[in-house]
C-alpha cells in the first residue's frame, strides 16, 4: 500500500462522504499512475458501498454511561497491570527483614568461628609453651632403674613343652 499522503486523505474522506468532482478527479490522477492503489480503491469504494447499505443500529438510551463505565473498569484493568513494578518493591521489603536476621545470624556465626579458632590457637600456644620447657633429654637418674623396670615388664617365657602336651 502507498504512503501517499494526498491518497491517504483522500480515502479517509471517502469514508465520511461522497468525494467532490476535483478530489475525484485528483483520485483519477493516482490511480491511473499505480495499478495497486487501484485494486486498493476498489476494495475500499466496494466497503464503503457495503457499509452504506447497513441499517443504523439503535443505541440504548443509556449508551453514554455504559461507555462511561467501561472506560472506567479499562483504567482500573490498566492500574492494576501496571502495578506489579509496585508488587516487586513489596516483594523486596517482605522479603528484606528475613534476609536482614539471616545475614546477622551468619555474621554472628562467622564471629564465633573466629572466636573459637582464636582460642584453640592460643591453647595450642600456651600447650607448645610448656613443652618447651621441658628438657629434650631425660635425666640420667630417670635412666639408673631402667633394667628393673624392664625387667617387671616382661613375660615369662611360654612353656612349650606344656603347649605340645594340650595339643
Known sequence: MSKDPLYERLRETSWRRKLTPDEQARLSELLATDSELQSDWENEA?????????APVPVSNNFTAQVLAEAKREAAIFERTRRPAMNQVAWWFRWLPKV????????????????????????????????SQIPSVPNPEVLEDFDAIVA???NPPADEELLRVMQ
Do not use: C, D, P, T
Open 152 to 154: 617387671l615388664g616382661s
Open 46 to 54: 466496494g466497503l464503503n458501498r457495503a457499509l452504506a447499505e447497513l
Open 100 to 131: 536482614a536476621v539471616a545475614a546477622v545470624v551468619f555474621a554472628a556465626g562467622v564471629i564465633s568461628y573466629q572466636h573459637v579458632q582464636e582460642n584453640r590457637r592460643e591453647e595450642v600456644a600456651h600447650s607448645l609453651s610448656a613443652i
